[in-house]
């Protein structure tokens, strides 16, 4: 078993005024050589925008783009006619292929939005971008795992598909209960919110642990928690 941890602490940190984001691995000008990527996970950013502002138009490519609201709601638009806002509940996928452009804006006037943005490396570059969104049954991931995102060529009923060998999965665990995750590849396991140990590794909120090299992991909820699996080929 291969293990690495990050603390929510290590991470990155930028603040725009607008914009408060932290960088679990290298992002724009948060650049560290032991904190490229986890296997085939580039990018996982932790962002807060504030009310009436956001991102700007701009483009992505070669890149599949995840992004799940933890609070509020982020309104977004691109150039293949989509024009959404993003619920918590709602995943939105955006496989990138030969080229996208889009924004992000909170329209709220008083609530700032929290959203996790995670950026795969694709299967094979070059496709045709695709857009999908959903709004998922928290129900279904009370103490057992959801899958939200899993491969286009081997899509979960229910999830939405990405053009990599990769699941994403969440759980919302109550105190006390321990279950186990069966690994399809590495996973990274990026705790929202609570306290739980995983391998006897203790993780508290925004924590997160990479485990390769093993087929099972023991997770115990040590309070009320919701944890998002990340499991990736690790072969970067």
């Known amino acids: 078993m291969k293990k690495i941890i990050h603390k929510s602490a290590t991470r990155g940190t930028a603040n725009h005024g607008w914009l408060t984001s932290h960088h679990t691995f290298s992002f724009a000008n948060y650049q560290n050589s032991e904190r490229m990527n986890f296997g085939m996970l580039r990018v996982l950013n932790d962002d807060v925008v504030q009310p009436k502002m956001g991102f700007g138009t701009h483009p992505h490519k070669n890149m599949e783009i995840i992004s799940i609201p933890i609070s509020g709601a982020l309104s977004h638009k691109d150039n293949m006619d989509n024009k959404r806002s993003i619920e918590v509940g709602e995943v939105q996928v955006m496989s990138a292929g030969t080229g996208v452009t889009h924004s992000e804006f909170n329209d709220s006037k008083t609530d700032a939005v929290n959203f996790l943005q995670l950026w795969i490396l694709p299967e094979i570059e070059n496709v045709t971008p695709y857009y999908n969104q959903k709004m998922f049954d928290e129900v279904e991931r009370k103490n057992k795992f959801q899958v939200l995102v899993s491969p286009k060529d081997k899509q979960i009923a229910g999830s939405l598909p990405i053009n990599q060998q990769g699941y994403l999965s969440m759980i919302d665990l109550d105190e006390g209960l321990e279950t186990e995750y069966e690994l ?28 390769s090299e093993v087929k099972k992991v023991t997770v115990k909820a040590n309070k009320a928690s919701k944890l998002l699996v990340i499991d990736v080929p690790m072969n970067f």
Do not use: M, Q, T, W
Not at 195 to 203: A, G, T
């Open 184 to 211: 399809k590849n590495g996973a990274y396991f990026f705790l929202i919110d609570g306290e739980v140990s995983i391998e006897n590794e203790l993780l508290e909120s925004r924590d997160a642990i990479g485990i």
